[in-house]
């Protein structure tokens, strides 16, 4: 039983690379997504979606890109990394996008840009 | 503003004793509360969640929480901490815009 499978769990990137987060789940959730986790600020909801093909911007979506064209899959990524993007990324699902719905999380990717 | 919150950053208890891990929501209607708990080098895992109806929600792991709507409130508790529930707890709750916001977690350190 799987759950959220993220991968790379570790990786260090260069100023100005690109690279892709994956994020796949087996759970047929319909709602996906992707979370930064900073010390003293908690969990900084990036993008997510609501279903296959619809995705939408969270909090703090600067940097990032996401797509949805399966429900078990939802890379994040980052176009041109910066060293403000150095963090602790989480991916979640849930059943639905409900109020009363509580979401499996990824176990992380730690990524250092330098 | 943030919808939940945590007042403390930090909470040490013995193990034996009983433990609280606080958080208060600026919510209008019915909040939607969930603690989650997150033990090192992992991703968060759900513990329990109010939705409705009684004040006291049991959850995984001995856990339950108290929602106190006078006092905006959804303490985390459990009667007798043990060393492996160290790690850190998050507060959050679901907008019905599908997106969750989450408290900037406690740490939560049990000494033997």
Not at chain 1, 54 to 66: A, F, L, S
Not at chain 2, 22 to 28: A, I
Request: a neutral charge; glycine letters at 10%; charged letters at 15%.
């Amino acid at each position: 039983n799987a759950g959220v499978t993220q991968t790379p769990k570790f990786q260090v990137l260069k100023t100005g690379q690109s690279m892709t987060l994956q994020c796949a789940q087996d759970m047929n959730h319909e709602y996906m997504s992707w979370y930064r986790q900073d010390p003293g600020m908690g969990l900084r909801l990036i993008h997510y979606s609501v279903g296959a093909g619809i995705t939408d911007q969270g909090e703090v979506p600067n940097g990032y890109n996401v797509s949805r064209s399966t429900t078990e899959d939802f890379p994040l990524r980052l176009l041109s990394a910066a060293p403000s993007q150095t963090s602790v990324y989480f991916c979640a699902s849930s059943y639905d996008w409900g109020q009363y719905t509580e979401a499996f999380f990824g176990q992380g990717t730690r990524l250092t840009v330098v | 503003a943030q919808s939940v919150a945590q007042p403390e950053d930090q909470v040490n208890v013995a193990e034996g004793n009983p433990l609280t891990v606080k958080c208060t929501y600026s919510v209008s209607g019915n909040p939607y509360l969930f603690w989650y708990v997150q033990y090192p080098n992992r991703g968060l895992q759900f513990l329990l969640k109010y939705i409705t109806g009684d004040n006291l929600v049991k959850g995984s792991y001995g856990f339950e929480a108290e929602f106190n709507k006078s006092q905006t409130s959804f303490h985390l508790k459990k009667p007798s901490a043990l060393v492996s529930d160290s790690a850190l707890y998050f507060c959050g709750r679901n907008t019905n815009a599908g997106k969750s916001t989450f408290g900037d977690g406690t740490t939560l350190t049990v000494k033997p």
